[in-house]
């Protein structure tokens, strides 16, 4: 329209004007654009404080599904209420394909605990239940007799050696609500039949704060309430306290049913559970770390698993040279040597890092495979290292690993479910496992120089 009834001008001051036009109407429609988002223009919307968002109510909320027992038989649920709820109780039933489950449950009554969190105590429940089948599928809910959750599905895991899926993620810690809420879903529609979650360590960033673990519970959602959750402790779960002293946060063992079975203090924070053929170990590597050295080797000795794989949250192999843990990889690192122990699964240095099958200490043909990996938006800078056979920065990632018989998979895979990184172990009697790497696109996702100048969040 206005080139039709332009007049005839010289050709620059006829582009002049157009790039003037063009540049108005750009004007116009960003206005029209943010007058659609504030209907009165120049005002937004009272924002809610996060701990009121997240306060508790009478009905139940933070359902999430652990074990402390073995995962054949045995099934705990935690969750909370507000105060107002003091007896609460769940009901378990073997699922059926239709309703009729409901008349053939049986209830548990639930152990609740107060949980002091801003803007007020919340209770906090939870129920182990028992005696159940290995490889069945059964449906519980929890409430306090008036007032229920849904009913909710979980599968039993088989008695003995089964194919086993599991996906794994480093740090969620920051923006999680918004931000790493895509990631994890993400994560179950890759991987729907996956036992349990791995996650290692820093799953809030201040441990204390209510509000934070609310959005951790809200971005994973119901999905908490079928897959199981496999926690370790990061460092941003042991805040100082007025006494100066870092400590775990009162919230880890009122809302995660762990096992208590490793040492004596560092209850549900290091500890162990068989699974499919396969042993996972958390280490807290927060502290009391050479007691668990020992520990851990004493542990592995009796191994009958075919396969061990690790979880704690500091990397003894780190991403970047100013975050190296020595002290942590000389008490550890001959321990997960001598035991050959398969994957080591790592977060806290915000970045990606993959090892090749490692050649080991001390002389010992380990073959572990070391991973750090972040989950989360906050993102540091890499340094290359020798022993990196992948890497990245600035990606969100989840890992996928699925073990069947004498072969391990494992994928890496980015917020929007691109494949990033991925390899295939094998057992070897009597040897260290063998890789086979599968060929990647490159480059890998790493910052330009003046990027690195660059500190996200
Ligand atoms: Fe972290």
């Known amino acids: 329209m206005y080139i039709q ?23 116009g429609i960003g206005a029209a654009l943010l007058a659609l988002a504030y209907p009165i223009a120049g005002q937004k919307g009272k924002k809610v404080e996060e701990a009121v968002i997240y306060q508790a109510a009478p009905l139940p909320d933070r359902i999430i599904l652990t074990w402390a027992g073995d995962p054949a038989t045995t099934a705990a649920v935690t969750w909370r209420t507000d105060t107002s709820v003091a007896s609460a109780v769940a009901e378990i039933a073997v699922a059926e394909d239709g309703p009729l489950f409901r008349t053939k449950g049986h209830a548990v009554n639930a152990h609740t605990e107060k949980l002091d969190a801003s803007p007020g105590a919340a209770n906090v429940h939870s129920v182990q239940f028992t005696g159940l089948q290995p490889d069945s599928q059964y449906v519980y809910r929890v409430g306090d007799g008036a007032n229920w959750s849904d009913w909710n599905q979980f599968r039993t895991a088989a008695s003995g050696p089964a194919p086993l899926e599991f996906i794994y993620v480093g740090d969620a810690q920051n923006d999680i609500y918004s931000m790493w809420s895509r990631l994890i879903r993400n994560g179950y529609t890759e991987a729907p039949k996956a036992r349990f979650i791995l996650h290692a360590g820093d799953l809030v960033n201040r441990g204390i704060v209510d509000s934070e673990w609310g959005e951790w519970h809200a971005a994973a959602g119901w999905i ?51 699974i499919q053929g396969v042993r996972i170990v958390s280490l807290n590597s927060n502290e009391r770390q050479r007691e668990q050295a020992a520990w851990l080797d004493a542990l592995l000795s009796g191994n009958p698993q075919k396969w061990t794989i690790l979880t704690f949250h500091h990397p003894i192999l780190s991403t970047a040279k100013g975050r190296d843990n020595k002290e942590l990889r000389a008490m550890w690192q001959p321990v997960i040597d001598k035991h050959r122990v398969d994957m080591v699964l790592t977060g806290h240095d915000h970045t990606y890092g993959r090892s090749n099958v490692t050649s080991g200490t ?35 990632l989840y890992q996928v690993i699925r073990i069947d018989g004498t072969q391990l998979r494992y994928e890496s895979r980015t917020a929007r479910g691109a494949l990033y990184d991925a390899f295939t172990l094998s057992k070897v009697k009597g040897k260290p496992n063998k890789i086979a790497n599968a060929s990647l696109p490159k480059p890998e996702h790493l910052r330009m120089a003046e990027e690195r100048k660059i500190s996200v969040k």
């Open 5 to 27: 009834r332009a007049v005839p001008l010289c050709w620059n001051g006829w582009r002049q004007m157009r790039e003037s036009r063009v540049r108005w109407i750009g004007v």
């Open 362 to 396: 001390s002389g010992v043909q380990g073959g572990t495979v070391y991973v750090v990996s972040v989950s989360g938006p906050k993102m540091y800078n890499l340094e290359r290292e020798p022993w990196m056979q992948r890497a990245a920065e600035d990606t969100q």
């Open 224 to 274: 908490n309430r079928s897959v199981f959750s496999v926690p370790t402790p990061g460092n941003h779960e042991y805040p100082v306290g007025a006494d100066k002293v870092r400590k775990l946060t009162g919230h880890w063992r009122k809302q995660f049913t762990l096992p208590a079975n490793g040492l004596q203090g560092l209850e549900e924070t290091n500890y162990w559970m068989d």
